[in-house]
């Protein structure tokens, strides 16, 4: 049976919320999700562009759902942790910059 301490399920999940994000949301990422996303311009009511993406098929919808990839990225990351050599240092430094990512959208908003 697979043992965690409470330490480590921090880490990983830390490190999850990174990887989750990095493919659904961050700009560095979006060549992967490109080719699955539909972008359409469209002028509202008050005559100003508006700009609407919208996913193309099951893969278009899987990259752009963060309950989805958030469950491939925890499997990801355990695979590192555990099977690959080397491979907690990867982890790690996505849950360090996840954790970044926390504190900077709460000082973004209270500071």
């Given at each position: 049976m697979l043992s965690m301490t409470w330490l480590e399920l921090l880490i990983l999940g830390l490190a999850s919320f990174r990887l989750t994000r990095l493919i659904v949301r961050d700009l560095i990422m979006e060549w992967v999700r490109k080719p699955f996303m539909?972008?359409?311009?469209?002028?509202?009511?008050?005559?100003?562009e508006e700009e609407w993406v919208e996913p193309k098929g099951w893969i278009g919808e899987g990259l752009s759902c963060q309950?989805?990839?958030g469950v491939w990225a925890s499997v990801i990351m355990m695979v590192f942790y555990y099977y690959i050599p080397y491979g907690e240092w990867l982890v790690l430094l996505l849950s360090i910059a996840g954790l970044q990512s926390i504190l900077y959208g709460l000082s973004d908003r209270h500071l």
């Open positions: 539909d972008t359409k311009v469209i002028v509202n009511e008050q005559g100003e309950w989805c990839v």
